[in-house]
């Protein structure tokens, strides 16, 4: 049974728990560096990644955080979870100038790339690693602008790359867990049992 924590500060942490659970999986809600002990993922939820980047701070999270990565933990961002995992942000709030990362992912992520919140929307995109197209919700979501050395891009819509990744590094822009379609929290999970079991 992996066992997957999943970033409880803000956002749809509870929906991704649920998924997760669905599946088997035995889910931490990650909010202080010692809730991270014994987990072999982490998923970052979507919400709103400044306010998370600041709790982060507040928290203590972001040295434990990258310690998880180079420790060998596997990470999935979804939407502004895929934000806080990018090398460089575009689009940070102006008050902010520059936004904080956490830099796993050799990408440049570009904030609300797809518009304002009422320009949200859903469809089905073709992700590699999937045989059947994956109905995807886009809430004020980024993409992928600049995808660097290593990172392997998996979907794209309207010509701007909205999942990809790198070693043991997922993102979307998307949110896989606001609707019952569970194939990238299974593959996710899959990535994880391999993992224990090697
Ligand atoms: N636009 C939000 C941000 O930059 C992300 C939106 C979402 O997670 N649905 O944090």
Redesign the pocket.
């Known amino acids: 049974r992996p066992r997957v924590g999943v970033l409880a500060l803000q ?1 749809a942490f509870r929906e991704h728990r649920a998924r997760l659970e669905a599946l088997g999986a035995e889910v931490t809600e990650v909010r202080l560096p010692g809730d991270l002990a014994g987990l072999s993922g982490l998923v970052l939820p ?5 306010t ?1 980047a600041r709790l982060m701070g507040e928290f203590g999270l972001w040295a434990p955080l990258r310690d998880f990565h180079a420790a060998g933990g596997h990470l999935w961002g ?4 895929a ?1 806080l995992l990018a090398r460089e942000v575009q689009g940070a709030p102006p008050q902010f100038g520059h936004q904080d990362s956490l830099a796993l992912l050799n990408v440049t992520v570009q ?2 790339a797809f518009g304002r919140q009422i320009d949200s929307f859903t469809t089905d995109l073709q992700v590699q690693g999937l045989d059947a197209p994956l109905p995807a919700v886009f ?4 993409a992928f602008a600049r995808v660097g050395e290593g990172v392997t891009v998996l979907a794209t819509h309207q010509g701007q790359v909205v999942a990809a990744q790198q070693g043991r590094v997922l993102a979307t822009a998307f ?1 896989p867990e606001l609707t019952g379609d569970l194939r990238l929290h299974e593959l996710f999970l899959n990535s994880l049992r391999r993992l224990e079991t090697a």
Do not use: K, L, Q, Y
């Open positions: 956002g979507g919400g709103e990644s400044t998370m979804t939407c502004a979870g934000i904030r609300n809430i004020r979501a980024p949110h």
